[in-house]
């Protein structure tokens, strides 16, 4: 009986000792496989926004974000009106769950975002403050949230969308109204003060290619960067559309000259919004360009991170703001990944970077 105890045992012990070898093989496999991984051997950051809701009550959603994606970046839980609702209280709740979420699965944040004309509370807007109000409560908000955040969030998109559509100028906005022209060197060097370490960028929408508007962003940070400004990087937004994507060579030239001045270059909130219904052809034509714009990336060294703005089309922007508009991300309504999903596993695959 001993005997018997002993062979059944210890042929339980090896098959006990294959399974977890072969599980060990799977699992590796399986985390091979993803685009974290793949932009990991790159050193380099692939991601995605994320929303609260869907991360406190919808598992898979939080599953694959955790698998897929080394950097995070809140899409709308850090904004003015989010962390700042009334004028002596500040309220972290939301955009510490998200920040909480990256640290346990190690992932990178971005900042997103501290100056931007939109998601401002009635408070402030309709508060006739002064100018030197304004400019004490923008200074204290900068204080307090990047502060905060330090060593946690890498990189902010300290102002956002501060050139105006046709790209002549400044935007007329609360801030540039109330502040002056100059609120943008100002809000750098609170943030500097706030995270000495962090990487401070101007984000901006339509300015990827070549342009008035990608002229005026260049000429905006060259300017800040001639003055001695603590200013890291551009942030492209990069929301497309399937009909008309942004030339992939005048892309590059644009890349190139905003590296030339030292800056790093950071996709923040791409996807590719396309005329609803879908269909296999649309899919396909989505998927060349998110091949061909994180190729793009991937050649200039100085394009360190790609974001796209969301990650599942159950959970995004485009039909609520742009109607008839839709599936502008990598994995579909019920989570299957798309050919987009493919593409980008290609560009990291066969990416050149050392
Ligand atoms: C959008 C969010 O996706 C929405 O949930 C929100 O209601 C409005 O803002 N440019 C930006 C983002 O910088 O903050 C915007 O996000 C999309 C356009």
Same mark, same amino acid.
């Not at 990336?297 to 990650?311: E, K, P, R, V």
């Given at each position: 009986?001993?005997?018997?105890?002993?062979?059944?045992?210890?042929?339980?012990?090896? $098959?006990?000792?294959?399974?977890?070898?072969?599980?060990?093989?799977?699992?590796?496999?399986?985390? +091979?496989?993803?685009?974290?991984?793949?932009?990991?051997?790159?050193?380099?950051? !692939?991601?995605?926004?994320?929303?609260?809701?869907?991360?406190?009550?919808?598992?898979?959603?939080?599953? +694959?974000?955790?698998?897929?994606?080394?950097?995070?970046?809140?899409?709308?839980?850090?904004?003015?009106?989010?962390?700042?609702?009334?004028?002596?209280?500040?309220?972290?709740?939301?955009?510490? *769950? +998200?920040?909480?979420?990256?640290?346990?699965?190690?992932?990178?944040?971005?900042?997103?975002t501290l100056v931007w004309e939109?998601? $401002?509370?009635?408070?402030?807007?309709?508060? %006739?403050?002064?100018? +030197?109000?304004?400019s004490?409560?923008l200074?204290?908000?900068i204080?307090?949230?990047?502060?905060?955040?330090?060593?946690?969030?890498?990189?902010w998109d300290v102002i956002n969308e501060a050139i105006d559509?046709?790209?002549?100028g400044l935007r007329?906005t609360?801030w540039s109204?109330m502040l002056g022209s100059d609120y943008i060197a100002q809000t750098l060097t609170w943030a500097r003060?706030?995270?000495?370490?962090?990487?401070l960028f101007y984000n901006d @929408?339509?300015?990827?290619?070549?342009?008035? *508007?990608?002229?005026a962003i @260049?000429d905006l940070l060259k300017s800040l960067k001639e003055r001695?400004l603590p200013i890291?990087?551009i942030? $492209?937004?990069?929301?497309?559309?399937?009909?008309?994507?942004?030339?992939?060579?005048? !892309?590059?030239?644009?890349?190139?000259?905003?590296?030339?001045?030292?800056?790093?270059?950071?996709?923040?909130?791409?996807?590719?919004?396309?005329?609803?219904? !879908?269909?296999? *052809?649309?899919?396909?034509?989505?998927?060349?360009?998110?091949?061909?714009?994180?190729?793009? &990336?991937?050649?200039?060294?100085? &394009?360190?991170?790609?974001?796209?703005?969301?990650?599942?089309?159950?959970?995004?922007?485009?039909?609520?703001?742009?109607?008839?508009?839709?599936?502008?991300?990598?994995?579909?309504?019920?989570?299957?990944?798309?050919?987009?999903?493919?593409?980008?596993?290609?560009?990291?695959?066969? %990416?050149?970077?050392?």
């Amino acid at each position: 009986m001993t005997k018997s105890f002993i062979l059944g045992s210890t042929a339980l012990w090896l $098959l006990g000792i294959m399974l977890i070898a072969g599980n060990t093989v799977a699992l590796e496999a399986k985390a +091979i496989a993803t685009l974290r991984s793949k932009a990991q051997v790159l050193k380099f950051s !692939v991601g995605t926004a994320v929303r609260l809701e869907p991360l406190m009550n919808d598992a898979t959603y939080a599953e +694959i974000l955790g698998r897929e994606f080394n950097v995070l970046t809140a899409e709308d839980a850090m904004k003015f009106s989010a962390t700042h609702p009334t004028r002596d209280r500040f309220d972290f709740t939301d955009a510490d *769950k +998200i920040v909480n979420f990256a640290t346990t699965h190690g992932m990178k944040v971005r900042g997103h975002t501290l100056v931007w004309e939109r998601r $401002l509370p009635r408070w402030l807007v309709e508060g %006739s403050f002064s100018k +030197i109000q304004v400019s004490a409560i923008l200074k204290h908000h900068i204080q307090t949230v990047v502060g905060r955040y330090r060593g946690r969030v890498f990189a902010w998109d300290v102002i956002n969308e501060a050139i105006d559509v046709e790209g002549v100028g400044l935007r007329q906005t609360f801030w540039s109204k109330m502040l002056g022209s100059d609120y943008i060197a100002q809000t750098l060097t609170w943030a500097r003060d706030a995270d000495p370490h962090a990487k401070l960028f101007y984000n901006d @929408y339509g300015g990827e290619a070549l342009g008035a *508007k990608s002229d005026a962003i @260049y000429d905006l940070l060259k300017s800040l960067k001639e003055r001695g400004l603590p200013i890291s990087g551009i942030g $492209l937004q990069s929301h497309f559309v399937l009909e008309t994507p942004p030339k992939m060579s005048d !892309v590059a030239t644009n890349m190139k000259r905003l590296a030339a001045l030292g800056l790093e270059i950071q996709i923040t909130e791409f996807d590719v919004r396309m005329a609803m219904p !879908v269909t296999d *052809k649309k899919l396909r034509d989505q998927a060349q360009i998110y091949l061909d714009y994180l190729s793009t &990336c991937l050649s200039i060294a100085n &394009c360190t991170a790609f974001l796209s703005w969301g990650f599942t089309d159950k959970y995004s922007w485009v039909p609520d703001f742009l109607t008839g508009r839709g599936a502008a991300l990598p994995f579909d309504e019920g989570y299957r990944p798309k050919p987009a999903y493919r593409a980008m596993a290609q560009a990291l695959n066969n %990416s050149g970077r050392p």
